[in-house]
T-cell receptor, first 113, second 116 residues
Framework: QKEVEQNSGPLSVPEGAIASLNCTYS??????FFWYRQYSGKSPELIMS????GDKEDGRFTAQLNKASQYVSLLIRDSQPSDSATYLC?????????????FGAGTQVVVTP | EAQVTQNPRYLITVTGKKLTVTCSQN?????MSWYRQDPGLGLRQIYY???????DKGDVPEGYKVSRKEKRNFPLILESPSPNQTSLYFC???????????????FGEGSRLTVL
């Protein structure tokens, strides 16, 4: 079982709709959770970080964390063609080591006009 | 400009020929890390460093070495490259927050390595 799991997609989303991305992790002691966006041929860039249970909103993006269910999600509201990218979930499994940061394989999002 | 610089960006080499991929950051970050990215597998952590002279293995360290003699530099060394090390490599750096939690990772542009 992979430590961080995501649906690979592609997730096809009509322009203006909500994209919902999910991520589960195996280390119950994980403390930090991140969503990165990676355009094709580019480096990942941070979208959101979340450390506490609940929702965190930043513009059109909302991250949701449920540590009891070991689940973190990302909602993209009013999806735009520029949101077409691969979204990577990252988790800091401190039970193993403070320095490890593990990524899921990523979910490809395609926003269609 | 704040950045993480990797070199070379592209390299084709042959099995067994030692190579080094350099990584340098100008943000005074304590934390640095190397990842490899392969289709369907995402980013996998090779090695990381919490500070100068402090390095540790990630999830896929076999066949790689690192050193952290200066805060800004974190080179990745392939002593005897093999074809299964053909991959896209990313260096990244970050500050360490409360409780030494890793913050936002800043990535280099990536180094595409092909081992024949």
């Amino acid at each position: 079982q992979k430590e961080v799991e995501q649906n690979s997609g592609p997730l096809s989303v009509p322009e203006g709709a909500i994209a919902s991305l999910n991520c589960t992790y195996s280390d119950r002691g994980s403390q930090s959770f991140f969503w990165y966006r990676q355009y094709s041929g580019k480096s990942p860039e941070l979208i959101m970080s979340i450390y506490s249970n609940g929702d965190k909103e930043d513009g059109r993006f909302t991250a949701q964390l449920n540590k009891a269910s070991q689940y973190v999600s990302l909602l993209i509201r009013d999806s735009q063609p520029s949101d077409s990218a691969t979204y990577l979930c990252a988790v800091n499994p401190v039970t193993d080591s403070w320095g490890k940061l593990q990524f899921g394989a990523g979910t490809q999002v395609v926003v269609t006009p | 400009e704040a950045q993480v610089t990797q070199n070379p960006r592209y390299l084709i080499t042959v099995t067994g020929k030692k190579l080094t991929v350099t990584c340098s950051q100008n943000m005074n970050h304590e934390y640095m890390s190397w990842y490899r990215q392969d289709p369907g597998l995402g980013l996998r952590q090779i090695y990381y460093s919490m500070n100068v002279e402090v390095t540790d293995k990630g999830d896929v360290p076999e066949g790689y070495k690192v050193s952290r003699k200066e805060k800004r530099n974190f080179p990745l060394i392939l002593e005897s490259p093999s074809p299964n090390q053909t991959s896209l490599y990313f260096c990244a750096s970050s500050t360490l927050g409360t409780g030494i939690l890793i913050g936002e990772l800043f990535f280099g542009e990536g180094s595409r390595l092909t081992v024949l």
